[in-house]
């Protein structure tokens, strides 16, 4: 049996490759998202980008909840799809508005990162997600 011919059938392999997804970019993503909670907990003036239009710290603290509360969420497996919500939303606006006119390498991170909540919000968190317990292992 040639090995790249086999399909992905097996839900277990699907749903660790799903918990090995999750956990990875939710801890990467908090690298991202505590900072910015410090930042905006410490007081003081802030200075964060608006590219909506809605004022620094209301920025901020949407950054902050899709960066590290949704973030959280998500290595969790908990309202996975819900959780991406935020975090496509922001890692769309980092991409092509706060960097919309630069080159592709300065936004190739948030846009490898919207893939990646593109991909959860699709298939969810899997077996080994909190999601899967509390709908009675239906998902």
């Known amino acids: 049996m040639n090995a790249f011919?086999?399909?992905?059938?097996n839900q277990n392999t699907v749903s660790i490759v799903l918990l090995i997804t999750r956990l990875a970019v939710a801890l990467l993503?908090?690298?991202?998202?505590?900072?910015?909670?410090?930042?905006l907990?410490?007081?003081?003036?802030?200075?964060?980008a608006d590219p909506l239009g809605v004022?620094?710290?209301?920025?901020?603290?949407?950054?902050?909840?899709?960066?590290?509360?949704c973030s959280i969420l998500i290595g969790l497996g908990l309202f996975t799809r819900l959780?991406?919500?935020?975090?496509?939303?922001?890692?769309?606006?980092?991409?092509?508005?706060?960097?919309g006119a630069?080159?592709?390498?300065?936004k190739e991170l948030a846009?490898?990162?919207?893939?990646?909540?593109?991909m959860l919000f699709v298939f969810e968190g899997g077996k080994f997600s909190l999601d899967y317990f509390v709908r009675g292992k239906k998902a």
């Open 41 to 48: 907990l410490a007081g003081g003036e802030i200075q964060f």
């Open 5 to 9: 011919s086999k399909s992905i059938s």
């Open 83 to 99: 959780a991406t919500i935020p975090l496509m939303i922001t890692m769309f606006v980092a991409a092509f508005i706060v960097h």
């Open 55 to 69: 004022g620094v710290t209301f920025s901020l603290i949407l950054a902050v909840f899709a960066e590290f509360l």
């Open 29 to 39: 993503m908090l690298n991202h998202g505590y900072p910015k909670l410090t930042k």
């Open 102 to 106: 630069d080159p592709i390498a300065r």
């Open 111 to 118: 846009i490898l990162y919207l893939v990646l909540y593109i």
